[in-house]
T-cell receptor, first 113, second 117 residues
Framework: KQEVTQIPAALSVPEGENLVLNCSFT??????LQWFRQDPGKGLTSLLL?????REQTSGRLNASLDKSSGRSTLYIAASQPGDSATYLC????????????FGSGTQLTVLP | DAGVIQSPRHEVTEMGQEVTLRCKPI?????LFWYRQTMMRGLELLIY????????DSGMPEDRFSAKMPNASFSTLKIQPSEPRDSAVYFC???????????????FGPGTRLTVL
């Protein structure tokens, strides 16, 4: 059974700092990996999706990397802003046609002004 | 597109009552997923459909839960009878297998916050 772990559970940084969020998964037979953002009381917003054959994806100040063989992904946020404060979730989809997601428990990020 | 639409956004009911949650997926998407989020267990997949057919309902907690998808634009998740431990946020998500550029990226609705007293 796939297990997804995110470390740290919570992170507080001053504005402007670059930061890295970590995600690890136990079964490397994945189809893709998604990073989501969740604001309090809100739904999930997809940030980046990395295919199993890819090494990284970039969107603005966000860069996500994937090392499938070691079961790890990182989300790099450059020049953090208070508006980046949210919970960040990573999720992996199983190989094959199923594609349902297994989620980590998330990292709660607070960027202090 | 309006994205995935869920209703109601909030539901408060008493134990033993029937609860029906509704979802409208993004037009053209052929996969629909129901998830539940709690503090204790995080986000869990309950059931998913492909082309309106239930494919995997192994995440449905018990027989009190049922889900249907009568057509490509509508799905329901029903709890009967409801219990306090069913209190959670229920999310619906959809994705498309036909859009190569999105590689089955899942798009989530805003969720329904259910409170069972």
């Amino acid at each position: 059974k796939q297990e997804v772990t995110q470390i740290p559970a919570a992170l507080s940084v001053p504005e402007g700092e670059n930061l890295v969020l970590n995600c690890s998964f136990t079964d490397s037979a994945i189809y893709n990996l998604q990073w989501f953002r969740q604001d309090p009381g809100k739904g999930l917003t997809s940030l980046l999706l990395i295919q199993s054959s890819q090494r990284e994806q970039t969107s603005g100040r966000l860069n996500a990397s994937l090392d499938k063989s070691s079961g790890r992904s990182t989300l790099y946020i450059a020049a953090s802003q208070p508006g980046d404060s949210a919970t960040y979730l990573c999720a992996v989809s199983r190989d094959g046609s199923a594609r349902q997601l297994t989620f980590g428990s998330g990292t709660q990020l607070t960027v202090l002004p | 597109d309006a994205g995935v639409i869920q209703s109601p956004r909030h539901e408060v009911t008493e134990m033993g009552q029937e609860v029906t949650l509704r979802c409208k997926p993004i037009s053209g998407h052929d996969y629909l997923f129901w998830y539940r989020q709690t503090m204790m267990r995080g986000l869990e997949l309950l059931i998913y459909f492909n082309n309106n057919v239930p494919i995997d309902d192994s995440g449905m907690p018990e027989d009190r839960f049922s889900a249907k998808m009568p057509n490509a634009s509508f799905s329901t998740l029903k709890i009967q009878p409801s219990e306090p431990r069913d209190s959670a946020v229920y999310f619906c998500a959809s994705s498309s297998s036909g859009l190569v550029s999105s590689y089955n990226e899942q798009f989530f609705g805003p969720g329904t916050r259910l409170t069972v007293l």
